[in-house]
């Protein structure tokens, strides 16, 4: 076959003319034409030879429902071959859309609390449990840094842990703080941070998955208080 002789010589993927081969519609069990664009694509091995030749066909049906079928010749090889990378790049694009909107959904329902700050600790996103835990609502947050709404005892203490993370000394921790409520409530969370870091290693944000153990925390009290009476009765 001349594309496979092609591909022998030059070691490159090499795209035929687009051919039209009917399937079955699953949503209406009848035959619909569809439009394929046959490729041989070659695999080298760690010193380069050709060891093998793959082929393979790409549905190219959206590109001729769009602009109708081309004349033998009207489209080269090289043409089609970018058609083609084309079609893979939607390909790609359309399950990275469907990936972020998996991901998105995962991050509003999670029934854990999660916030995502900048590098100075100012709010870019939360989800529904965060503003549940803390009363307000996301326009209210996403004016506020996180320091606005931590314990004043505890606020020395994460600031020392964020420089501590752009320092690069930490990549990320878990640690127990409290954190003040919109209606001037107090709560103890368990956070567990991380960062991220742009191309050139500098933090540009922080993600926390929080967690609230307030009723953990009143338990160990009462536990310690029970344990201190039968001492002193003892």
Same mark, same amino acid.
Request: net charge negative; proline share 2%.
């Given at each position: ?75 080269? !090889? %090289?043409? /089609?071959?970018?058609? $083609?990378? +084309?079609? =893979? @790049? ?93 209606? !001037? %409530?107090? /709560?103890?969370?368990? $956070?567990? +941070?991380? =960062? @991220? ?38």
């Amino acid at each position: 076959h001349e594309s496979i002789e092609r591909v022998k010589a030059t070691k490159a993927r090499d795209v035929m003319a687009i051919v039209k081969h009917p399937i079955v519609d699953q949503a209406t069990g009848k035959l619909a034409d569809h439009y394929w664009a046959p490729l041989h694509t070659p695999v080298l091995d760690h010193q380069g030879n050709l060891s093998l030749i793959i082929h393979r066909t790409e549905n190219v049906t959206e590109y001729v429902e769009k602009f109708g079928m081309p004349a033998p010749g009207e489209l080269s !090889s %090289g043409e /089609i071959n970018m058609l $083609v990378q +084309a079609q =893979q @790049l939607k390909q790609l694009n359309d399950r990275l859309r469907d990936s972020e909107q998996h991901l998105q959904a995962i991050f509003r329902e999670a029934a854990l609390g999660i916030a995502v700050t900048n590098s100075k600790g100012y709010f870019i996103d939360v989800n529904a449990a965060y503003c549940r835990m803390l009363g307000y609502n996301l326009e209210e947050l996403l004016q506020m840094n996180v320091i606005d709404v931590t314990h004043d005892d505890d606020k020395e203490r994460n600031l020392e842990q964020r420089k501590e993370i752009i320092a690069g000394k930490l990549s990320s921790f878990i640690y127990e703080k409290r954190y003040i409520t919109k209606n !001037s %409530g107090l /709560i103890w969370c368990r $956070v567990n +941070a991380s =960062q @991220l870091r742009n191309s050139s290693g500098e933090v540009t944000n922080f993600i926390g998955i929080i967690e609230d153990i307030t009723a953990q925390k009143l338990a160990e009290t009462e536990l310690r208080e029970v344990r201190t009476l039968e001492r002193i009765g003892g």
